[in-house]
């Protein structure tokens, strides 16, 4: 991002032209940022809740009682029951600082409990850690030269604008796009097929694509063996996964997982665009591994 600050304040904010992923252009939520800072009816004093939960009454405190009312809790609690200091919060400015280091050290050094700090997607970045050994994916700028793109559990349209653009771009060459969500977004109305499948099945159709990929040799050998560990096991647990099977569970049509699997597998540049949704259910993990492993084919 490029600000512009006049006064000491910032006025303006753009995207940077020379950066890669932006390309000059950023979504509406991050280009309005100094309209939110600056509005006129943005909080900019603490507010005490001065009625019961739910009726809306607060006054305005200073910073000071702020600060002394709630280190006073925090001691009394830590006092008794430390474990009972919850810290929950995001990643707010996305700073190192800011958004990780102090606060951490501050509650462990209280005694408070321990939670995951994002409860965004902690189960899918331990899959790909599992998977890859960490949690990555492929350059956005490399979706342009793709030949058909898995959206699979994402609406870029209006999560993802830079992904989007280069999905199009790709799309204007001849690619295929394919969105995989329970639910018909805005960006599955754009693709070439969207496939509904039921919530939570997203790790039993990649199991099933790899079924096929198997059972019809659609595979480099050569690479699996090169590149890969644990093929042996990951192919005996896909084998109890029959089109017939994966379609039942999913609630698609058998042929709508063969011939998935049959364009992911023929096609050399097929590329995976994995987001938050299909982690966030039971062995929500498991399931972005199994859809990781696709392409190792």
Same mark, same amino acid.
């Given at each position: 991002?490029?600000?512009?600050?006049?006064?000491?304040?910032?006025?303006?904010?753009?995207?940077?032209?020379? /950066?890669?992923?932006?390309?000059?252009?950023? +979504?509406?939520?991050?280009?309005?940022?100094?309209?939110?800072? /600056?509005?006129?009816?943005?909080?900019?004093?603490?507010?005490?809740?001065?009625?019961?939960?739910?009726?809306?009454?607060?006054?305005?405190?200073?910073?000071?009682?702020?600060? %002394?009312?709630?280190?006073?809790?925090?001691?009394?609690?830590?006092?008794?029951?430390?474990?009972?200091?919850?810290?929950?919060?995001?990643?707010?400015?996305?700073?190192?600082?800011?958004?990780?280091?102090?606060?951490?050290?501050?509650?462990?050094?209280?005694?408070?409990?321990?939670?995951?700090?994002?409860? +965004?997607? $902690?189960?899918?970045?331990?899959?790909?850690?599992?998977?890859?050994?960490?949690?990555?994916?492929?350059?956005?700028?490399?979706?342009?030269?793709?030949?058909?793109?898995?959206?699979?559990?994402?609406?870029?349209?209006?999560?993802? &604008?830079?992904?989007?653009?280069?999905?199009?771009?790709?799309?204007?060459?001849? $690619?295929?796009?394919?969105?995989?969500?329970?639910?018909?977004?805005?960006?599955? %109305?754009?693709?070439?097929?969207?496939?509904?499948?039921?919530?939570?099945?997203?790790?039993?159709?990649?199991?099933?694509?790899?079924?096929?990929?198997?059972?019809?040799?659609? &595979?480099?050998?050569?690479?699996?063996?090169?590149?890969?560990?644990?093929?042996?096991?990951?192919?005996?647990?896909?084998?109890?996964?029959?089109?017939?099977?994966?379609?039942?569970?999913?609630?698609?049509?058998?042929?709508?997982?063969?011939?998935?699997?049959?364009?992911?597998?023929?096609?050399?540049?097929?590329?995976?665009?994995?987001?938050?949704?299909?982690?966030?259910?039971?062995?929500?993990?498991?399931?972005?591994?199994?859809?990781?492993?696709?392409?190792?084919?």
């Amino acid at each position: 991002m490029r600000v512009t600050i006049e006064g000491g304040r910032a006025i303006k904010v753009v995207a940077d032209p020379d /950066h890669a992923p932006t390309q000059g252009a950023l +979504c509406t939520k991050v280009s309005r940022y100094a309209e939110r800072v /600056h509005h006129p009816q943005r909080l900019t004093t603490p507010m005490k809740r001065i009625g019961r939960k739910g009726e809306g009454r607060f006054q305005p405190i200073s910073w000071e009682e702020a600060s %002394e009312w709630g280190a006073q809790r925090l001691l009394e609690i830590s006092g008794r029951a430390p474990e009972a200091i919850l810290p929950y919060s995001y990643a707010g400015t996305m700073g190192l600082v800011q958004g990780d280091s102090i606060a951490q050290r501050f509650f462990h050094k209280l005694g408070a409990s321990q939670l995951n700090r994002t409860i +965004c997607a $902690a189960a899918g970045a331990a899959g790909l850690k599992y998977t890859y050994g960490a949690s990555l994916g492929m350059l956005t700028e490399f979706f342009a030269e793709s030949e058909v793109i898995l959206i699979w559990g994402s609406n870029p349209i209006a999560s993802n &604008l830079h992904f989007w653009t280069r999905a199009q771009e790709a799309k204007r060459r001849g $690619a295929r796009l394919i969105a995989i969500d329970p639910y018909r977004s805005l960006t599955a %109305e754009k693709c070439h097929q969207h496939i509904a499948l039921k919530p939570g099945t997203d790790g039993a159709l990649a199991l099933g694509m790899i079924n096929v990929l198997i059972s019809e040799e659609l &595979l480099d050998h050569a690479y699996i063996a090169a590149h890969t560990v644990g093929f042996a096991e990951l192919k005996a647990r896909a084998l109890t996964y029959s089109p017939a099977r994966v379609a039942e569970i999913c609630g698609i049509e058998e042929q709508v997982v063969v011939d998935l699997a049959r364009l992911y597998g023929s096609t050399r540049k097929a590329a995976i665009r994995l987001n938050y949704g299909l982690q966030r259910v039971r062995a929500g993990g498991n399931a972005v591994r199994a859809i990781a492993c696709l392409p190792a084919r």
